[in-house]
């Protein structure tokens, strides 16, 4: 909708009408790669970078993410947050190219930049959306046989909160819980917990997927083995016998100076 009006915009415009506009109004920007922001603006053969004026800014708090005028960048205004990181394609500036390169990104660049750019022939501004993502890293798998159930636990982190599903062999879902939470400090990315609770005497079959809709990732990972409630109860005896081991120990070194000290 706002693309066409855009559109409309422009052809409607009087020839030769100074214009900004952006090709695209959201940008999804991947974690820890580069991504351009682009805003282009109508040229014109008589303007020079001395009367060029381009700024992007944050739209939540009207941080310079980078500015441009007096025919050079003006790093002194930059945001802490940017610096380093965001650059202009300057040898495309005059070709009506004021679009921003960002470096390394984080979540905390997703949100609403501003594209301003003025000249001799005019002034104007555009806005963008900037979203985030972040691919999930290989789920780490780990099994855990207590009493009398197994607990089956994928663990992962990425951003944003995935769709996670467990399902048999017949493709039917399964009850599990999960747990997605953002861990303080860091990256900011979220760290995802999903656990499968099985009686033990069961065969174990089951498929685990995890999907980013916003990069198209999907992770398929089937977990299968056989386990015996024996063998969980061979583990609860062999963690009996071990517990009364320590104890007799422990009386024994108790007496024994108990009986040094009576001496």
Not at 36 to 47: A, D, G, H, K, W
Not at 64 to 91: C, M, P
Not at 114 to 122: E, I, L, T
Not at 170 to 191: I, M, R
Request: aromatic fraction near 10%.
């Amino acid at each position: 909708m706002l693309r066409s009006a855009l559109l409309c915009a422009l052809l409607l415009a009087p020839a030769g009408a100074f214009q900004v506009f952006a090709p695209q109004e959201q940008v999804l920007a991947v974690h820890g790669q580069p991504t351009v922001l682009r805003c282009n603006y109508t040229p014109s053969p008589t303007s020079d970078l001395q009367s060029l004026i381009v700024t992007w800014q944050r739209k939540s708090n009207n941080a310079v993410v980078h500015s441009f005028y007096y025919g050079t960048n003006q790093l002194s205004t930059q945001d802490e947050a940017y610096r380093g990181r965001a650059s202009l394609f300057t040898d495309e500036l005059l070709k009506g190219n004021a679009a921003l390169r960002l470096d390394n990104v984080t979540v905390m660049d997703e949100g609403i930049y501003q594209c301003s750019v003025s000249n001799s022939d005019g002034t104007g501004k555009v806005e963008m959306h900037v979203m985030f993502a972040a691919f999930y890293t290989e789920p780490r798998l780990t099994i855990q046989m207590e009493h009398s159930k197994v607990t089956l636990r994928y663990e992962s982190e990425g951003y944003p909160a995935p769709e996670v599903h467990w399902v048999d062999p017949e493709g039917q879902n399964l009850l599990y819980s999960t747990n997605v939470f953002q861990p303080n400090g860091g990256s900011k990315l979220f760290s995802l917990q999903s656990d499968l609770v099985l009686e033990p005497q069961q065969k174990v079959n089951y498929t685990f997927t995890l999907k980013n809709s916003l990069l198209g990732q999907v992770i398929e990972r089937p977990v299968i083995f056989s386990c015996d409630i024996g063998d969980v109860k061979n583990l609860n005896w062999i963690l009996i016998c071990f517990g009364f081991t320590i104890v007799f120990l422990l009386c024994f070194v108790i007496i024994f100076v108990i009986t040094r000290r009576k001496r």
